[in-house]
């Protein structure tokens, strides 16, 4: 991996939430120790099911959240020393609803050059110059300039919500859930739109999805998380072809196959997913892990190297 654009080291964050009227409060640990590094025009996949901690991580690195412990790194600078128009210059967001993420009331033109207006970033004429300059890049029409998001289609809603995040040339675009409200025979549109402005552009991705299938065409490495820790880290390819942790062995032999001879995917998860204020001692995945023993239950797994990758299991190894 080359030099990381972004480094995060052992990023947590706890949120304080209520037990009762009379009973105080409880810690909740959204993201716990977490730790990695992206290189610049890699595409790191964060995957793991709903509240595992991939969006509350997304926030830390977009600065919408303050970090509880550990520190993030952008191009070498600590986000506790930076203000949020710096964060905003090198880091831009894709969210999962295009329709919801756009303001119904602006014009196409006045919502993909609202980063350059809030953080003053030229004049008029600048904004009007780049923001055709972008759309063209992304394949809508400069004459959509002026119409409004609800005179567009799913697909091309979610280009401008592209053209938006890199009308600054940002280093580093984080896409939450971006093909997932769109219909199937536009997704891949957008996909193949994305790995053309990483070619383009040279812009590093963190691509947050519950589609796998999305994040093995996309990504360069993934990062597997759990109740707020990653438990497998490492390149995509390696990581899709032989999974070392059982949640990740779990995880992607859910996803659904087009082949009907197959049928639906078993998944060998034995238990509910644990409530997140009250974490299982030891492993958090313990209670519906199918190779779990008595270390499991006692004792929490540090992540250490295995063959390139990063595994946080006691009994790492094929299904």
């Not at 675009?173 to 549109?189: I, K, N």
């Not at 820790?229 to 087009?258: D, W």
């Not at 990758?309 to 190894?317: E, I, M, S």
């Amino acid at each position: 991996m080359n030099a990381g654009i972004l480094r995060v080291e052992n990023a947590a964050k706890v949120y304080r939430v209520s037990a009762g009227m009379f009973r105080g409060g409880l810690d909740l640990h959204a993201v716990s120790d977490v730790s990695f590094r992206v290189g610049e025009g890699e595409v790191l996949g964060l995957v793991g099911e709903s509240g595992c901690g991939k969006t509350t991580m997304a926030k830390l690195i977009l600065g919408l959240e303050a970090l509880t412990r550990g520190n993030i790194f952008l191009e070498g600078r600590s986000v506790r020393k930076m203000g949020h128009r710096e964060i905003a210059r090198r880091v831009q967001p894709i969210f999962q609803d295009p329709y919801a993420s756009l303001n119904p009331r602006k014009s196409i033109g006045a919502i993909i050059s609202l980063p350059l207006r809030a953080l003053g970033m030229g004049n008029r004429g600048e904004w009007d110059e780049k923001v055709r300059e972008i759309m063209n890049l992304v394949g809508l029409p400069p004459r959509l300039r002026h119409n409004y998001p609800n005179q567009l289609s799913g697909g091309q809603r979610q280009r401008v919500a592209v053209a938006r995040a890199l009308i600054m040339r940002p280093r580093i675009v984080l896409c939450d859930e971006p093909t997932s409200a769109l219909d199937v025979s536009v997704q891949a549109q957008i996909l193949n739109l994305l790995i053309d402005m990483r070619e383009a552009m040279g812009v590093t991705y963190i691509l947050i999805s519950h589609d796998l299938a999305v994040v093995e065409h996309l990504a360069t490495s993934v990062a597997v998380m759990y109740l707020g820790r990653i438990v497998e880290s490492g390149p995509a390819a390696e990581i899709f072809r032989h999974p070392l942790h059982p949640y990740t062995q779990t995880l992607l032999a859910s996803v659904l196959t087009p082949d009907p001879r197959k049928g639906l995917p078993k998944v060998s998860l034995d238990a509910e997913y644990p409530n997140p204020i009250r974490m299982p001692p030891g492993c958090s995945f313990h209670p519906r892990c199918p190779r779990a023993q008595e270390i499991c239950r006692s004792q929490r797994p540090e992540a250490r190297e295995d063959g390139g990758r990063r595994v946080a299991c006691h009994f790492p190894g094929p299904a």
